[in-house]
């Protein structure tokens, strides 16, 4: 494939206090930094700030609605940004290269002000 191929951009709901209360509860973390208000300010993060596993599991989400037919094989991401509540995030992507049954992929996740929050890669294939 000689040029890379834009996926449709995915955009998921504002990020909330309570949806934060509840990722910390499924994934068990619990550090304050991202439940506790006064606990956060004092940290100096100007108040609580989004688990970044959760807004990578935005991208996790996404892959599958991109390529329904696909297995995921690989996937690695790197943290870029702060995530606050309140933000909407928005998920893009790139088919880079195609083989006859694999795909490999990019995808960002940014918010509506395009400030990157993770940066992922990604293999897919096609299930037999």
Known sequence: MGSSKELEVIQFPEITHSQLV???GASGDFNPIH?????????GLGGVIV???????FIGETIPKWFENYAIKKFSARFKGITK???????????IEEQADRLFC???AANLDGDVK??????VQKKQ
């Open 118 to 123: 993770i940066v992922a890669k990604f293999e």
């Open 22 to 24: 509840k990722y910390a």
């Open 51 to 57: 688990h970044g596993m959760l807004v990578m599991g």
């Open 106 to 108: 990019t995808a960002q």
């Open 85 to 95: 509540p309140g933000e909407k995030i928005v998920i893009s992507g790139q088919i």
């Open 35 to 43: 439940t506790v208000e006064p606990f956060a300010v004092q940290a």
